[in-house]
């Protein structure tokens, strides 16, 4: 980030592809409609681009980045009046099927079956813990980053 306040965008470019997947999949996962999370997903890349002159240095780059996501998510919801409560209505809010060593349907079926388990495991967790745990898995943050975000 200090290279793309100074001047340098490829070096937005490769923030973007490190982290683009893990936060697609953490805003995704915390609002119900997917087209509304790719909107969120490029309100936080915006605001990382408008910040870039008073960046400053206080944490890693990864919990900046989640952080903003963070603050987005809850300012949606507060905009919204919704319950946060998160809802897989969709097929498109489900993660690809785990990558299998073979092309059989069998396998296919089941990881997607997993993925669906999984999903809603996710999302009977109180949105506190659900997004701790996103933060970790997604993010890659320790528990100190995310009780350091959770303070602010």
Known sequence: MLRYQAGDAAA?????TRHRGGLFRFVVRQCKYRN???????????????????????????????????NRVIDYFRAASRPDAVQF??????PE??????D?????AEAKEQGTHILRLLEALPAPQREAFLLHEEGGLGVEEIAAGARR
Do not use: C, G
Not at 97 to 102: C, F, I, L, N, V
């Open 12 to 16: 937005f470019d490769l923030l973007y």
């Open 36 to 70: 509304r999370a790719e909107e969120l997903f490029q309100d936080v890349w915006m605001s990382v681009i408008q910040a870039r002159a008073n960046y400053r240095v206080e944490a890693k780059f990864r919990t900046y980045l989640y952080t903003l996501a963070h």
């Open 89 to 94: 209505d969709d097929e498109d809010s489900l």
């Open 97 to 102: 099927p785990m990558a299998s060593r073979t």
């Open 104 to 108: 059989e349907p069998h396998v296919r």
